[in-house]
């Protein structure tokens, strides 16, 4: 029998139809695409419990008191830590990356010792650190052979490196520049002593001149939170904030006023300001309150306005506001961070002594006692000593560095960098592999900050004494490093010395003891807080006297850096997980983007998109030009972070580094070096 | 969820921490805005005025979760869809075929295409998240309000006797919302009132971004400076602000 015509469609019909009704396809098809996406390569989850452990994170300047978060012991995430009350649950947007940056590409793996130009071998440990001993012996005792630059403000390393170094008979122990330090000598201006703080949690006005307390200025968390607590979404704010600096950043964005004030006019700014106040009726008990008056007077409006380009009305209407308030702050500091001088930080802090506030908005804080008996502290930064080292005024045969990046985050960058690698033996102490790091001659590695024991005191900014310390999240370091400060503690013992301590633990055990705080309690997650001090400051009148105003032309912009803290900061490049906050105003390609109004641009002959050179000194960079009507006149806004030649293929090689053109100063009357009112030449390229 | 924008100060935590939550692979040239992954964005408004007159705002911008998605029709493969899953719009890795007319249809330009497998740097696959699975090359993805995390608060109330579908105020947060150093991101059931943001939502500087396209958003956005709230597009329907703020 054949097929015929009404056969053959009945076997077509009944095919589909029973195509349709199995699910075998379906399931085929269903299993195509899942499987056509569940390639090996593609990275799987991980499993197990997950929990969330107290930690310090000191990637960030100031640290972040911030819970781990761990899913089969592995940490993959951080949070805030809501108990803490100085973080109160937030995160910034690098500790935010913390985890990520356990496994950066640009971790220094093992130690290094350096076999030719750029060439490292890996050591073992034993190896490495006997070579330190050796180099540290031969220069034992011979003051000025050895030197130190510590680029953590708060540890206790810094106690352990000073006593090791004075026990050594060196007494080279630096800082890398920082507000903390700048600050200590302003107050010593004004008659007092001690690291100032501030209480803006405590303010109905925070007035902020050049310190961009809301994004990158001490205490960021806490100071986001202090002016969170004063906006209630959706009801009235109960404090206003008023920022007067050289660019719009991210303070000034949520700022109930910005005041656009070049970088090299805020001690004018502020005199000015307190011109108007006298004027207004503000009298100070200072003994120098007549001496004051009289050079406040000669910050008139018009002086005013010739030096920072503000209107007389702007000015006038801050006096209002300040008049207003009950309980009024001004924070004074650099744009960036560092490189402002003693005069800009007394500046503002007078306009605190006028209205009253010392003590309460503005205070002082006690020295805290030293877990290390031979610990000093340093009396020059960083960028002094390498000065000195440039000129062979100081020739250190050896050079510790812990936890800092001189060779990038100085100013006129390249100069320091040579004269870094010039230094016969240097060690670095960095969990990256870094600008400086690449320069040195031995590289140990460090922990992450959730591999290791630390601690943080005063942060600068807290308005109180403050003591935070942490332990490891993890049981083993992903790679394999050791604690700086152990390393440290076994060189001295092997140098006939002892500080007191075996492990960098006993140490910060030690410190919150002497403190009067609970060490358990504080690696839980927990704060130490103590009292300000009393006393009182004058308003540093003689050493105002010698304020002066730099000066730019058409043909010289004034640099204001800008720190955006999502880009990383000077010992960390932006992780990995924060490239996407980097702008298209920012960075395009490998090309950094300069910043600056439109009237600037004219005067300066550039465009929008124009390539063009900046430079300064020896130093140059190279960039496009973005125009931003919220950038001071006369000014050009260049964002810190990039221009990286270590680290990883995340960073290196992107943009261009503003250290390289900024030039450093001498400030009149207090000697010590400058660099926040830096100018530069613009040339299109 | 409702953004005060006057409390953004454009850090980029959220950003990091979606990033994070998400695995979402760091990008070696993440400058190409046209190949990033940004379930989270913040962009920068500015009011176009100079020297003290001169304000930005920062807006941070998820997935709008509309109450009548644009992407959602479009999906040939129903890979997509608006349920009663917390009003969230899904999307289902595996059934996506990459077709982005999901991305066309969106205006808000949420949605994002893999144009490359992920590929974390060496060993940075141990810090994943256990909360998202990491997608191929060649599907579409967004932001989902972190919707493990609506799992595990409805299971979290199941265990401890409470009602999964009437989760209290603050038991299932984003980690955007979680990290943010402001808390500018309020987060909660937009139609419970006894959640936060249900006033938050219709407070009288409360608005939508383009909400004349009648897709009823779920993020609010609140800002006391008019030009933001111009600029959100909230004037559109009636030239007058305070317009088209129904809850649907």
Redesign the interface.
Known sequence: MGLDRRGFVKIVVGGVAGTLFTPVIWQSLDDV??WS???P????????E?KAKAALSKLCPAGCAVKVKT?GG???????NTANPMSK?????VC??G??L????ARVKSPLKKVGEGKFEAIKWEDAEALLVEKLTALKGQNGKIAAINGDETGSAGEVISGLLAGLGNSGYYMMPGEKFVAEKGVKLMGGSGQPGFDIAGADLVLMIGADA??SWGT??AN??A??AT?P??AAATAKFVYAGPV?N?????SD????VPPQATAAFALGLANLLINAGAVSSASDFAEYKALAAKYTVEEVEKAT???AE?MKALVDLIKAAKSPVVIAGASFGQGAGALDFVAGASLNVLLGRVGSGMTLLPAAPKAVAGATSSDKDAASFLAEVATGKAAPGALIVYEANPAYALPQADDMAKTLGNIAFKVSFSTYMDETAALCDLILPAPHPYERFDDALNPYGVAKPTYLAGKPVVKKP?QDCKDPVDVLLGAASKLGLSLGFDTYADVIQAKAKALGADFDALAAGGIWTGEAKGGSLNLGASALAKVAVAKTDDKTLAVAPVS???NGSATLAT???????????E???KDLIVQM???TAKKAGVAEGNKVKLSAGKGELKARVHLN??VA?GTVAVLLGFGRSAW???TKG?GDNVYKILTVSDEAGTGLKVWAGSTVTVAKV | M?I?L????????C???C???N??A????????MR?L?WM??F?L?N?????E?????LPRPCMQCGNPACVPVCPVIATEKNEEGGIVSQV???C?GCRYCMAACPYHARYFNWE??I???????????S?????R??VEKCNFCHTRFMQAKDKARQDGGNPEGLADGAYMP?CA???????I?FGDVKNKEHKVF??AQ?K??FRLLEKLGLNPQVYY?SKREWVRKLGDNYAATGKPGAAKKHS
């Not at chain 1, 992780?575 to 105003?585: F, I, W």
């Not at chain 2, 006057?6 to 935590?13: L, P, W």
Request: hydrophobic letters at 40%; charged letters at 20%.
């Open positions: 695409s899942i996406q569940n390639w390569w593609i990275p799987r989850l991980n499993k197990g997950v899913v592995l940490p993959f995430a951080v949070v805030g649950g937030g995160v910034c947007p935010a990356a985890a990520q356990m496994y950066s590409p809301l994004d960021t968390v986001q939170k002016f969170a906006r979404t959706g719009l991210h303070s000034a964005a949520v006023k910005f005041l656009p380009g503000l209107k702007s992903v955006n803290q999502a992780p990995p997980a924060n490239l996407l906050t980097v702008r298209e105003t960075l395009s390609g109004n439109a009237a009507e919220g006149p990883d293929e995340f992107k | 409702v005060d006057d409390k953004c100060t454009g850090c980029g935590a950003m990091t921490a990033q994070v939550e695995n979402i760091p990008m070696v040239d993440a400058s190409n805005k990033t940004s964005l913040v920068e500015s176009k005025k100079s020297g003290a001169a304000e930005v705002a920062y890795y595996p059934r075929i497998d992920p974390f740097p060496k060993g940075m696959e141990k810090a994943l998240s256990p998202t699975s990491a997608r191929p060649g599907v980690a979680e990290i943010c150093p402001t808390g500018a309020s006033d938050l407070g500087d409360a609140v």
